[in-house]
C-alpha cells in the first residue's frame, strides 16, 4: 500500500455544510441544511427518490450551486470554487465510465488531467487495477465487463487521484443481491485502506446501516436525523425515521406519564413502560417497537417486559425468519419476527401474547 | 429472452409489400439500366464514351473535388449547430431549431435564390461593398465554383446536423460531469471526450453529405451559372437537351453503382439509426 | 437532480456560432424580403399582383390539391416500409434499408429519369403493354399532373419512413406480447395498440411531406413537362425565364410565412425529435 | 366477491411440462426441464439472470415455442397453441401497458377482445377497479400513475378475466423496497382471493420464499430443485440452491459416517453431528448451517449442538440483526448472524465458540 494511503492521511477532508438550501424554481429541494463532515468518517445521505440527498451530493461535488448557505472545506469556503478545482472522487449511479477508452485509459484520466508524468501515471494505474482485482482486464473497453467490473473501474478512477473526499451516487443500485454485497465490503475496505473521507447515497436502508461510521435520513429536503447507524435505528427521533429505517409497529397510547428514564402509557388497559427517548410535554404519543424486538409467547412474559395480547392472522417465511402477522383486541395490526428455528409452528387464529423488553420499547410523537 | 418469431403467416402479410418496394425501386432502375445498354443502339457504346470523353472525365474530376470541399464545410458547420441545438439554452436551442428545419423544407430554389440575393453582382454584399466605398467592381461571388460550394454548403447541413445532434444527445451527461469533477477543463472535456464520443455520427454525417452532394444538380444549375458543370447535371444535360439519352442513362447508372459502393462500406463501420438522427 | 447551468462563459463559448446562424440563414432571407417590396419599384406592388393575378392564385391551388394528395400516398406507403424496415426479419431490413436510403440519396434527377424510363411514352410500361397488344395508343403516364404525383410521391417517401420508423421503434415489445397474451388477434392489435402508438410519428410525417411538398419543384419540372405548374416553379419561372424577380421575391416570402405558420403549429403537437427520426 | 373468483374455482389450471428444451442457436436456455404446476398453486421461478426461468415463462405463456417437449394444460396438449388463444393473463416486467388507453380502457381492454357486452365490461372494470384500489384513477392515462398504482393496473387488466392462470415476470422488480412489500402482500391476497393458479418469475430469493407455495429454482437452462419455500431453504439438494437462498457457511468434513438418522464428520479434530439430508457413498462432503442458525457464546454449548472454536474478525450491523465475520483455527471464514438485541457486543479479535443445533446443519456434496 502507498504510503500515501494510509488510514488517518492529512489528505481526508472535514467539510461543513452551513444553511445549505436550493430551490428549482418554486420547489425547494433542500432546506437549510447544516451538516458536519468529519474527516476520514463514512457518512451516508439515506432517503427516498426526490427527498434531496442527490441534490446534495451535487452541491458537495460543485456541480450544481446552492441557492443559500455555504460549504467550508478544512477552515475554507468552497462554495464557489467549481467542480473541476474541488477535485474530489465521485462515482456515478451507471458508472459513467468513459466508453470510447479502455480500462487503463479511464482510471489515467484522472492523473493525465494533472499533468503527472507518463511514469507515475504507469505505475499508479498499476497499482490501482491490482487493487480494485482488475488485472488482465486493462485493455478492455468497458462494454466488455461484466457490471461489477465496471463498478470496481469507476472506483479505480474516482480514487486513483488520492482525493481528500470520494463521493458516491447510488453506485450498487444496478448490481443484484450477491454482487451487491460483494462490491459493499470492496467498498468498506477500500474506505478502510484510504482513510478518504467517503460521502455516499443510497436509498437503502440496509446498505446504509451495513456500511456507514454516520447516517443523515433526509425526507422532503429536510436533513430529519444524524447519527451512528445503532443510534438512528434504534431510536429514531421521528416517525418517518423509524419507519424508514425498517418496518415499526406503532400502538398508540392514551395517556403518558414521564417517570425518571422511563415513560408509561395506556394500551387497551394494560400499562406499557417504554424507554423515554424524547421528551413528550402531555402530548399524545405511541409506543413504537420493532417487528424482531418483540416475541410470541403463550403466556405473558413480565420481567422487564410489556405484553398485549394479540389473535395470530398468518405468517409469512422469509427463510431465516418468519414474521407473523397479528391484531390487537381493539384491531391495531402488528407484525413480529422470530427467527424460523426459534419457535415451534404457532396456528394461525390461535390467541397469544406478544411481549417485548422494556428497553426495546420507544416513544414517537403521535402522527409525525 | 423475448424472441421475435418470424412465422410464415407474417411472411404472407409482408409479400404484397416486398412487391411493391420491388416496383417502385428495382424496376425503374432497371429501365434506366436497359437505356443505357441499347440507346442509341445496343452494346457498351455509352460506357466506352463515358471512359474516354475528356469533357466527362473532367466533370468527374470537378465534382469529386467538390464534393469533399462540401462535405468539409458542411461537417465544421452542423457541429457548431448541432452543439448549440443539443447543449444550448432554451431560447437558443429553438433559435438552432428554426434555423435547422425552415431551411430544410423550404425549396432548393427558394434557398438558391436567397443566396443569389446574398452573392450576386446586384446582391447584398457587393451592393454594400460599393455604396461602403471598399470595392469598385462588385466581386465575383456567385455564378461560378465558390457559389457552388458555398449554395451546396448550405444546402447540405441540415442534413449533417441531424446525425451529429443524434449521436451528441445520446451522450450521458454523467460521463462530462465525472470528466469534470475529475479536474478537466472545459476545452479538454470538449476534445478528448465530447468529440470522440461522436465519432459514429461525424463519419454518418460526411457519409450522407458526400453521396448526397455527389447526385447535386439543382443548385449548382442556378449558382454555377452553367460552368460548374457536374455529374448529375451532366445526366440533365444528356438527356432533355441533346438527345443522347443512353450516356445520360449510363452515367446514372455509374452513380448509382458507386454510391451502392459507398453505402456498404459504410454499412461496416456504423447503425443505419446513426445516419437518420 | 443534475442542473444544466448556463453560465456566462459558455454564452460567450456560443456567440459566434449565434451570428454565423444569423448570417448564413436570416441574412440571406432578408435579402430575399427586401426585393420583394423593391423591384421593379418600391411598393406593395407585387403582393398586390400575387392576390389578384388569376394565374398565380390557380397555380396556388394546383399546388395545394397536389400537395395534399401526394401526402396521403407518401403516408401509406412509408407506414408499409416503415414496417417491414422495423419489424421484418434481418433480410427484409436490409432490403427495406436500402430501398430507403439508396434512392434518398440519388439525386432527383436520376430518380425522375428512372421515372420517365417507366412512365414515358416510350418508357418500359408502355412498350410492354403495346407489345403484348393491351393497347394500341400508349397511355398518358407521365407528363402531366399523375405525373408530377407519382414522382413527388416516390421522392417524399423516405422523409416520411424516418419519424414513423421512429415512431414505431420506440413502442416496447412487451406492450404488444401483452395484447396477445390478452387474446387480441394480430389485425386487431394492429389497429388498436399499433397505429395509435405511432399518431405522433404519422402527424410529424405528415407535415414533413406537406411542408416539403409545397416547395417542390424539381419533380414537377421534369414529369409534369411544364403542365402542372406549382409554386417553387413558378418562383423559378418569374426570376429566371422572366425578369420578374420582385413577384418572385414576394412568392418566395409568402412561403416562407405558410411554412414557418405550420412549423408553428406543428411544435404545439409534436416533439422535434419526432420529426427528424 | 363474485361467485365465479372464489377459491378452489374450477377455472384454475394444472399444467405439466414434460421434458421442455429451449435452444437459441448454440446457447441452451433450457434443458430437458419436466415440472407439474399443481392447480391453484403459487408457484415461483427463481434463479439469476440467464437461468432460463424467464425463458420457460414465455414456453408457459405461449410466446416462445419450445425446441423440444410438451405442455399439458388439465389432460390437453397446448404445446402448439398460440398465446392468444391460451387466454392467461400475465404481468410483464415493467407492466407494459397501453400508454394510449386511460386505466379503465386497459382492464376493459382483453374482455372487449373477448367480445362481452359494454355492460359486462363496465361492471367488470369496476369490480377490478374497486379491488385494486384504483377508484378515482379511472379516466387517467398510466403516464399519470406512480409506480405502484401502475402495478396495479398491470395486475387488474391480467385478472378481469379471469383466466385459469397467472404469469407473472419480476413485477416488483421496478419498485422501491416498501411499495415493493406493499405489492407483494397484495398479490398474495389476489391469489387467494381469486384461487388462479399462479406463476411467478423473480430473481429475489427473499420475495420467492415470502410468497409462494412452492418455489422452483434455475440455474444455466435447470431446474435444480422443486419445493415448499421451508424444504428448498433448510434442505437444499445442492451448493448452488443453498448459496443462492441465502447465505451460508460451509465446512469441509474429513470423513462422513452414516449413522442412522444422522451423519458425522471431523472438523478441525471435532466431530460434527448433522442431519443426514443426502446420501453420500462415501464422497467428500461439507457440512452446512446458515449464519442464523450459529450462536457465539464463551463456552461451547453441548446440548444436541455442534461447537468449533472461532476468532472474530468483524461485524455489520444490519438494525434487527448484525452479522459477525469469524474465522476457524484452519482458516475457513464464517459468518453469524444474531439479533441485535440478544447478545452484549462482541470484541473483535476474541476468541469465541460457535455453536448451533445438529438438526440445523445438513450435509452438501463437495464443490457442487
Known amino acids: 500500500m502507498p504510503q500515501s494511503m494510509q488510514p488517518g492521511d492529512a489528505k481526508a477532508a472535514e467539510i461543513k455544510a452551513v444553511s445549505i438550501g436550493k430551490t428549482f424554481g418554486a420547489f425547494h429541494a433542500l432546506k437549510n441544511l447544516s451538516l458536519d463532515i468529519g474527516r476520514g468518517e463514512f457518512l451516508t445521505l439515506l432517503g427516498p427518490s426526490g427527498s434531496g440527498k442527490t441534490t446534495f451530493l451535487m452541491i458537495l461535488a460543485g456541480f450544481t450551486a446552492p441557492t443559500t448557505g455555504r460549504l467550508v472545506m478544512d477552515g475554507k469556503d468552497i462554495t464557489d470554487v467549481p467542480a473541476e478545482d474541488r477535485s474530489y472522487g465521485m462515482v456515478f449511479q451507471g458508472y459513467a465510465l468513459f466508453p470510447h477508452l479502455t480500462v487503463e485509459q479511464n482510471i489515467a484520466f484522472p492523473l493525465k488531467v494533472r499533468g503527472r508524468s507518463s511514469a507515475d501515471v504507469k505505475r499508479k494505474v498499476g497499482e490501482m487495477v491490482e487493487r480494485v482485482g482488475l488485472i488482465g482486464h486493462e485493455k478492455k473497453l468497458p462494454a466488455k465487463l461484466s457490471g461489477g467490473q465496471q463498478q470496481r473501474v469507476a472506483l479505480a478512477r474516482a480514487l486513483v487521484f488520492e482525493p481528500s473526499v470520494l463521493l458516491l451516487d447510488e453506485p450498487f443500485s444496478a448490481l443484484d443481491k450477491n454482487l451487491r454485497e460483494m462490491m459493499q465490503q470492496e467498498v468498506k475496505r477500500l474506505h478502510q485502506e484510504t482513510g478518504t473521507t467517503f460521502v455516499f447515497v443510497t436509498h437503502d436502508q440496509s446498505e446504509a446501516l451495513a456500511l456507514s461510521s454516520r447516517v443523515a435520513i433526509f425526507n422532503h429536503g429536510e436533513l430529519l436525523q444524524v447519527g451512528k447507524p445503532q443510534d438512528v435505528y434504534e431510536r429514531p427521533s421521528n416517525r418517518f425515521v423509524a419507519e424508514f429505517l425498517g418496518e415499526i409497529n406503532l400502538l398508540p397510547l392514551d395517556t403518558v406519564e414521564l417517570n425518571g428514564e422511563t415513560a408509561a402509557g395506556k394500551f387497551e388497559d394494560r400499562t406499557i413502560v417504554l424507554n423515554k427517548s424524547i421528551t413528550l410535554a402531555g402530548k399524545k404519543a405511541v409506543a413504537a417497537v420493532r417487528p ?77 | 429472452m423475448i424472441g421475435k418469431t418470424i412465422t410464415s403467416r407474417k411472411i404472407l402479410l409482408l409479400a404484397p409489400l416486398l412487391l411493391f418496394l420491388g416496383l417502385a425501386y428495382v424496376v425503374p432502375f432497371l429501365g434506366v439500366v436497359r ?85 450576386s453582382n446586384r446582391g447584398l454584399i457587393n451592393t454594400w461593398l460599393q455604396s461602403a466605398g471598399v470595392i469598385s467592381e462588385p466581386l465575383a461571388l456567385a455564378r461560378n465554383e465558390l457559389g457552388v460550394i458555398i449554395g451546396m454548403t448550405h444546402f447540405l447541413i441540415p442534413f449533417a446536423v441531424f446525425p451529429i445532434a443524434s449521436a451528441m444527445r445520446s451522450i450521458d451527461e454523467r460521463v462530462l460531469l465525472a470528466a469534470r469533477g475529475m479536474g478537466a477543463s472545459r476545452t479538454r472535456i470538449f476534445w478528448t471526450v465530447f468529440v470522440p464520443l461522436t465519432y459514429g455520427g461525424l463519419i454518418g454525417a460526411a457519409l450522407i453529405v458526400f453521396v448526397f452532394a455527389l447526385g447535386f444538380f439543382v443548385t449548382p444549375a442556378i449558382l454555377g451559372g452553367g460552368r460548374s458543370v457536374m455529374v448529375a447535371e451532366l445526366v440533365y444535360l444528356r438527356i432533355f437537351q441533346s438527345p443522347d439519352w443512353g450516356l445520360g442513362a449510363a452515367i446514372s447508372v455509374v452513380l448509382v453503382l458507386f454510391i451502392g459502393a459507398l453505402l456498404a462500406l459504410m454499412r461496416r463501420f456504423i447503425k443505419p439509426a446513426h445516419l437518420i438522427g
Open chain 2, 35 to 119: 437505356w443505357s445498354f441499347t440507346m442509341p443502339e445496343v452494346g457498351l457504346g455509352q460506357y466506352r464514351a463515358l471512359m474516354t470523353d475528356p469533357l466527362v472525365q473532367s466533370v468527374f474530376i470537378r465534382t469529386l473535388r467538390i464534393c469533399l470541399i462540401v462535405t468539409a464545410a458542411v461537417l465544421v458547420t452542423a457541429y457548431a449547430i448541432a452543439y448549440v441545438w443539443v447543449r444550448g439554452s432554451s431560447v437558443q436551442r429553438m433559435l438552432a431549431e428554426f434555423c435547422i428545419l425552415v431551411p430544410f423544407w423550404i425549396s432548393v430554389l427558394t434557398r438558391a435564390f436567397g443566396w443569389l440575393a446574398m452573392l
Open chain 1, 292 to 368: 424482531e424486538h418483540m416475541f410470541i409467547s403463550a403466556s405473558p412474559q413480565t420481567s422487564d417486559c410489556n405484553a398485549i395480547t394479540c389473535r395470530v392472522e398468518g405468517a409469512t417465511y422469509f427463510g431465516a425468519s418468519t414474521k407473523y402477522h397479528l391484531r390487537t383486541r381493539s384491531g391495531t395490526s402488528l407484525a413480529v419476527s422470530m427467527p424460523t428455528a426459534s419457535t415451534s409452528p404457532i396456528a394461525p387464529q390461535s390467541d397469544v401474547w406478544v411481549s417485548w423488553p422494556v428497553h426495546q420499547g420507544f416513544l414517537l410523537p403521535d402522527g409525525g
